[in-house]
């Protein structure tokens, strides 16, 4: 789709479902599927407070099944 959303900062669940919200994709998605998406990112989002040297996350694919999410494939850029 080329449809992507980025964020500098940690996300709460909140400030992930209104980022969430500005992909096109999200249109196509369960109230399910998205929260369990927001709840993903939220907690991904504050990795690089834990470990600085995370300078970059990239998440793709993430699923979502009847368990849950699952972060499939994901890119980790670090800084020296």
Known sequence: L???AMSSEPLTVDAAATLIHTVKAARILSDRQIKEIDSIVARVSNLPIKYPRIHELDLNPVKITNKGGV??????????
Do not use: C, K, T, V
């Open 2 to 4: 080329g449809d992507i």
């Open 71 to 80: 972060i499939i494939d994901a890119r980790i850029i670090g800084s020296n």
